[in-house]
């Protein structure tokens, strides 16, 4: 963007499109974080594009003044891997949910992200197949109940942020529907040149309501998120606990903070780079522990639609693009009147 | 001048004159065979003569070393005339061990001739190829002529100098007997040293090792014929095949892959519009993913994608985006991209969809051809998802067709379906190299202002395409998706006059398409008759000999050839029902046929092959004979 790039307002990302979403769904919010995000990060809106599968969250792209595809279930990081290819200049967000990234599309899913194509992510993660009418998902606990498992779900389910780090993602981060630091999670996200997955946790208010209110709700935040920033020690419960690593097992522990003293009681200092720290985060039992919010990781490496065009480069120069000494490659012949000649 | 060894005429000192030989070079799939006749075919296309040729080849890369199913073979057709398919039956059958004499040996004609490998054929190997006796000794050969050498002693001979071990030195076995055949046929050996030279150019012990024993074995051919001594039983002697008529131009051997690959990149360039090419690996449309890597200065990016289905859809990616996408798979590929190629026809973005076939349904016979899947090119997609579909029936038609599928692709913005198949892709045949200036270039256009009225991402031209808009463009943002499409604009629309209507403009779009291709001709007989031969892909070379002898011996038989298999040309109904008979040859069960009858209510009679080799001349022919009494 060499040009002035011209300030937009909230106004300039919504479009006239009725949204469709249930009353009180979770969505709602992402989307005006989103709007309200993208002025700010100093992009045009025609160099934007949003990318989706198939799911509620799948329709977002209607809602953006920018361009967008709402492609087909699970395929949205391919469509996009093609998309980014052809014109690295686009500015290109995936919209996708747990059914969608982790199920039907979670191949899809690893490559993008082992690859490190440079857009963002954003998994709605709602625990549930909500356009479908409520079947469980590859995110839904054990025993959840639904109209295709009606004694309960049996199977285990799949960590987004431990599959997207499993995967070589280099940024992932944790956000909330309805949380304030949503914004600041995208800012994260899009100033980071590579492959960003965003967890959300989205509330589906018909199917599984309120799942998240362990941890997801206002009151009783402060004990259950611990909000993380890069540089900053993992405090919460208004800095009286925090987490530090029990070096005897090699693993996290809750520690209580004296007089805010969070040194003395070996508080970590989050270090977004630091991949190993990023796993125990992620993987830290609900409950036991907090729930990590915010960027659990960032450390950029480069890009796979820059190394397809430095070697798309390389490969061409010196080399003139003549189709009909193409053509004439390798060992040929001339016909005359007379019949061959060699 | 080379002799016959055993001339039943002494007095001619003249070589045997052919007007066509087939030869099949048969080995284990370690031996190197098809480099052998690969290089064979490029000495006798420099020698003028027209070909066609026909890889046979496992599916196991390196199946144990002289069994039955390890058997590799290379045929090819040459001639002083037009030739169009690989020969039915071998006049000489080249086996390299017992395992490739037994599997080869039932399709040499009557008297022609078998040079064998008799060093290979000891017990082991014998008992390899499920055979109790030797059959170069007990006589269970007598209907042909045999010639019994120890090609692998006379290559240790010729390469000892190189000091080779004894494995190495064995490797160059292919190059000694393709020196034998060089001979034989009179045919160059200095294109093969040449290419020996810059193949082998970091390893010259290699390459002299391969040179020496090509030597030999022309050598050897040109001692034994002088020295005029027996061997054996053997009839060994050399044959002039010379140059077929062609039109005069410039010429180069080529195989359906490169051509169709060569092809991309030219309807690319005429379009004047960057090529995005995903694929994902499969037999046997992996060529063409391999070719088209080594092209970027033209403009291509190729992508390997995690699957097939990733394949087409960073491709449907990349066309929105505003390159030229373009996939290719095989049939099992081709039935995982479905639901995308629903997506493309939904999004109305141009989209070239190639399907090299293979014998199916599921995995099927990977490296065999076949022809069973154009149902699942006309109809193999949930909803009335109509698409264009071009067949392409020999190696250089695929370069025309390749063009032509772009052009539609672009001019239409629609996904096109482009069938080859393993045959067509594999074999080689000389090829007239096209004049670039003499093509006719389709320059695209992408909508990058906003038209007056508004933007309307659904609006038409003339062609019922609607504009392509690149990403990027000021002004033009708009959403396009899967979800059925409001008549203009593009909105979602459920609406059931809406869905009624669009389902018909996508139909009639493609329909369309009709008026931007040629008639239907008659490749060879009376546009009307007694019999029409119809065929589509690669029955071409099969059909057109076998009409050609019955139009010779004065038959009342017309050969027609499909290009265009969705939609057809426009002429196609009234030109079948002027003939009193028509029979499809094809390679499965009776597809093209079924869609003749749906289209046009005619008689169409199938006759069908599915083993996974293409039809033989003798075979249409019967089905000919046949059809006229």
Redesign the interface.
């Given at each position: 963007m060499n040009e002035m790039t011209k300030i937009t307002t909230l106004k300039d990302w919504e479009t006239d499109q009725e949204v469709r979403w249930c009353p009180g769904c979770g969505d709602y919010a992402i989307l005006k974080a989103v709007q309200r995000t993208m002025p700010e990060l100093g992009v045009r809106p025609e160099d934007t594009l949003f990318i989706s599968g198939i799911g509620c969250s799948s329709r977002f792209p209607y809602y953006m003044e920018t361009y967008g595809f709402h492609t087909i279930h699970g395929r949205a990081p391919a469509v996009a891997t093609g998309a980014k290819l052809a014109n690295p200049d686009l500015d290109v967000w995936i919209i996708t949910g747990d059914g969608d990234a982790l199920s039907i599309g979670g191949n899809h899913t690893m490559h993008l992200l082992r690859r490190n194509l440079d857009c963002q992510i954003m998994l709605f993660n709602n625990e549930i197949y909500g356009l479908t009418k409520g079947q469980y998902s590859p995110t839904s606990r054990v025993g959840t109940n639904t109209p295709s498992t009606p004694y309960g779900s049996v199977d285990r389910p799949a960590s987004p942020c431990a599959f997207a780090l499993g995967s070589g993602a280099r940024f992932i981060a944790r956000a909330i529907d309805i949380h304030k630091d949503l914004t600041n999670v995208l800012k994260s996200a899009h100033s980071h040149k590579g492959a960003a997955f965003i967890e959300i946790f989205q509330n589906c208010i018909v199917y599984n309501k309120d799942v998240f209110d362990e941890f997801a709700a206002k009151k009783t935040a402060a004990s259950t998120q611990l909000l993380l920033a890069d540089g900053e020690p993992m405090l919460f419960e208004k800095g009286e606990k925090g987490i530090a690593m029990d070096r005897e097992t090699l693993s996290l522990k809750v520690v209580d903070v004296v007089d805010g003293d969070w040194q003395a009681a070996n508080v970590i200092v989050h270090d977004v780079t630091n991949r190993s720290v990023a796993h125990m985060l992620i993987e830290m039992p609900f409950g036991e522990f907090p729930m990590a919010i915010g960027v659990l990781y960032d450390d950029p490496r480069p890009t796979f639609e820059a190394a397809v065009v430095e070697q798309n480069a390389q490969a061409a120069e010196g080399k003139k693009a003549d189709l009909q000494a193409l053509l004439n490659k390798g060992q040929t012949w001339t016909v005359t009147e007379d019949g061959p000649e060699l | 001048m080379a002799t016959a060894l055993k001339q039943d005429d002494n007095s001619s000192n003249q070589p045997e004159s052919a007007e066509n030989v087939v030869v099949r070079f048969a080995g284990d799939s370690g031996d190197g065979m098809q480099l052998t006749g690969g290089q064979f075919t490029?000495s006798t296309?420099?020698?003028?003569s027209d070909l066609a040729t026909f890889p046979d080849f496992p599916a196991e890369i390196r199946a144990p070393q002289g069994t039955l199913f390890g058997v590799s073979a290379f045929q090819i057709n040459f001639g002083s005339r037009a030739i169009e398919t690989a020969g039915d039956e071998p006049d000489v059958l080249i086996a390299m061990n017992p395992a490739a004499l037994k599997t080869n040996v039932d399709a040499l004609r009557d008297g022609g001739l078998i040079i064998a490998d008799s060093g290979e054929f000891g017990k082991r190997n014998l008992d390899k190829a499920k055979y109790e006796n030797n059959p170069l000794e007990d006589g269970s050969l007598a209907k042909w002529q045999l010639l019994k050498l120890d090609i692998s002693a006379l290559t240790l001979e010729a390469v000892k100098p190189f000091g080779l071990g004894n494995k190495e030195a064995l490797r160059s076995k292919n190059m000694w007997t393709l020196g034998l055949a060089l001979w034989m046929f009179e045919r160059?050996r200095q294109?093969i040293i040449d290419w020996l030279n810059t193949k082998f150019a970091k390893l010259p012990d290699v390459a002299g090792a391969n040179i020496a024993a090509l030597n030999a074995g022309h050598a050897y051919g040109e001692t034994a014929e002088l020295s005029g001594d027996g061997l054996g039983s053997g009839h060994l002697t050399t044959r002039k095949v010379g140059?077929a008529p062609?039109?005069?131009?410039?010429?180069?051997?080529v195989t359906g892959a490169e051509a169709l690959s060569?092809g991309l990149?030219?309807g690319a360039?005429l379009a004047d519009v960057?090529m995005?090419f995903?694929g994902y690996p499969i037999t046997p449309a992996s060529a063409i993913l391999h070719h088209l890597s080594?092209?970027?200065?033209?403009?291509v990016?190729t992508?390997q994608?995690?699957?097939e289905?990733?394949?087409i859809?960073?491709?449907?990616?990349?066309?929105?985006?505003?390159?030229l996408?373009i996939t290719s798979s095989s049939g099992p590929g081709i039935a995982l991209k479905g639901?995308?190629m629903?997506?493309a026809i939904m999004?109305e973005l141009p989209l070239v969809i190639i399907n090299s076939q293979r014998g199916g349904p599921s995995t099927g016979l990977p490296t065999k051809t076949e022809q069973s899947d154009l149902y699942q090119a006309v109809y193999g997609r949930n909803g009335d998802a109509p698409m264009p579909v071009i067949a392409a029936r020999s190696p250089s038609d695929a370069f025309e067709c390749a063009i032509e599928a772009v052009r539609i692709a672009v001019q239409y913005m629609t996904p096109v379906m482009l069938l080859t198949d393993g045959y067509i892709a594999n074999a080689a045949e000389p090829w007239q190299?096209?004049?670039?200036?003499s093509l006719e270039p389709f320059p695209v256009t992408y909508l990058d202002k906003m038209p007056e009225g508004g933007l309307k991402p659904y609006s038409r031209d003339e062609k019922f395409a609607r504009p392509w808009i690149?990403?990027?463009?000021?002004?033009?943002?708009?959403?396009?998706?899967?979800?059925e499409k409001g008549i203009d604009t593009g909105?979602?629309d459920y609406g059931s006059a809406n869905h009624q209507k669009m389902t018909e403009i996508r139909r009639d779009k493609v329909l369309g398409v009709a008026d931007s291709i040629p008639d239907q001709d008659v490749a060879l007989g009376n546009a009307g008759g007694k019999l029409a031969v119809v065929g589509w892909g690669s029955t071409y070379g099969p059909i057109h000999q076998a009409v050609r002898r019955a139009v010779e011996a004065g038959k009342d038989v017309a050969h027609i050839h499909i290009r265009n298999i969705w939609p057809m040309p426009k002429n196609l109904g009234e030109l079948l029902k002027s003939y009193d008979r028509v029979i499809v040859p094809e390679m499965n069960t009776g597809q093209l046929k079924t869609l003749l009858r749906d289209q046009y209510l005619v008689d169409a009679k199938p006759i069908n092959k599915v083993s996974g080799q293409p039809f033989t001349i003798a075979e249409i022919d019967a089905a000919i004979e046949e059809n006229l009494s």
């Open positions: - | 490029l296309a420099l020698a003028g160059e294109p140059a062609s039109a005069p131009g410039e010429y180069r051997t060569l990149v030219a360039q960057p995005f995903g080594r092209l970027k200065e033209f403009d990016t992508f994608a995690e699957d289905i990733a394949a859809a960073a491709a449907i990616g990349a066309s929105y985006a505003g390159k996408g639901e995308a629903g997506l999004t190299i096209p004049d670039v200036a690149k990403p990027g463009t000021p002004e033009l943002m708009h959403r396009i998706g899967g979800i909105h979602i």
